[in-house]
């Protein structure tokens, strides 16, 4: 097996594939002892109720690792849950970042497509017709952005409930990717974490590089959640990986209460600059007189995408950006964009300067259809 012990391929299924072992008396069992009939009944009750139990639960810090990075999260749980040759699941658009990762993990990516109608959605049926046809079982886990870059959607209610159903259905667990959830834009009611699914072996990742706005603080976290049985397999399986890498350097932890308490601060000031800039963009959109650049909507994170039209270059147009005004943006087959006419730019600039960014944007698309 790749990775974490040396137990054999009936127990890695338990573990990875979302198996429920009992507990001595017979039914499975979590933490403080109580049994998964009750908590079902509880969940059950708190739906009706319109709550979320998982949202209501604080984690447990047995079920907390801590490492430099969400990059190195992912490393750790292809490892976990993949043999080589195994496969993950994975959106498209998405940041190319999971492919190569996967790569060097010798596990594939295989793609399911985020769709876009007003706003963006998960192809279910795709995802189901993958699951069903994978007849060798390969496919070990299916990883979620919520919300995700660059189409800025969060996951859905029903979305939510689809996937853990198939996960439930087929055995495999869910990655969870919520590094841009605290920045929402035009989020929907019922919009919350994966993080704590209780009903599926699930890993919500999360870090302080995306919660200070600060790409230097390099301090990630894995959340273990799910049946009992799972998370305890889980858990020791990791706890084997953690000890080979020893990802965290004392000299980092000591600064982690430090960062805590200035991650509210920080998300407030961030969240506060990155709505009035797409107010900005809104309004420098509906007052262009062209109006062929429009903006996808995006529900949550800190980058949006622009589309305009596909008879431009993506990389003419940034090239030009760039030439022409030092300002560049990411154009859309970064990240696997369907079709040509798509840029991506972040939110986060001071006021001014994106209102610059913006304008260079809405010049370049003018000169590229030769508009004086």
Not at 41 to 63: Q, T, V
Not at 91 to 120: H, M, N, T
């Amino acid at each position: 097996m790749n990775g974490a012990g040396g137990d054999d391929a009936a127990d890695k299924d338990c573990a990875a594939r979302g198996g429920r072992a009992a507990g001595d008396d017979g039914r499975a069992v979590d933490k403080d002892g109580e049994g998964a009939a009750d908590d079902a009944d509880d969940d059950a009750a708190a739906r009706k109720e319109g709550k979320s139990r998982e949202a209501e639960r604080p984690a447990d810090a047995d079920d907390v690792y801590l490492l430099s990075s969400t990059s190195q999260a992912y490393a750790w749980l292809m490892k976990l849950l993949c043999d080589a040759g195994d496969a993950v699941l994975a959106p498209k658009p998405g940041y190319p970042l999971i492919e190569s990762i996967a790569r060097l993990e010798c596990v594939e990516a295989r793609f399911y497509q985020l769709r876009f109608d007003g706003s963006w959605f998960i192809d279910i049926p795709q995802i189901e017709r993958m699951l069903a046809e994978d007849t060798d079982r390969r496919i070990r886990a299916i990883v979620v952005i919520n919300p995700n870059n660059p189409t800025g959607s969060y996951i859905k209610p029903g979305e939510r409930e689809a996937l853990v159903a198939l996960c439930i259905r087929y055995g495999i667990a869910i990655i969870a990717d919520e590094v841009f959830f605290d920045y929402p834009l035009e989020p929907f009611d019922g919009n919350r974490r994966l993080s704590g699914e209780r009903r599926v072996l699930t890993f919500a990742l999360d870090g302080f590089s995306k919660t200070l706005a600060a790409p230097h603080a390099k301090v990630g976290w894995i959340r273990v959640s799910g049946p009992a049985d799972d998370v305890r397999e889980a858990r020791r399986r990791l706890d084997v990986i953690a000890d080979d890498f020893l990802p965290m350097s004392e000299l980092v932890a000591r600064e982690i209460p430090t960062m805590l308490r200035e991650a509210p601060r920080q998300l407030d000031a961030v969240g506060t600059r990155i709505r009035a800039n797409l107010a900005t963009l809104h309004r420098m959109l509906d007052g262009d007189g062209l109006g062929v650049v429009d903006v996808l909507r995006a529900e949550g994170g800190w980058n949006v995408l622009l589309r305009f039209p596909g008879v431009i270059d993506e990389n003419d147009l940034v090239l030009s950006m760039i030439d022409d005004a030092c300002t560049s943006g990411q154009p859309g087959y970064f990240f696997d964009m369907a079709s040509n006419g798509y840029l991506a730019i972040s939110l986060l600039p001071e006021a001014r300067r994106f209102e610059r960014n913006v304008a260079t944007v809405l010049d370049a698309v003018r000169q590229r259809l030769d508009i004086a």
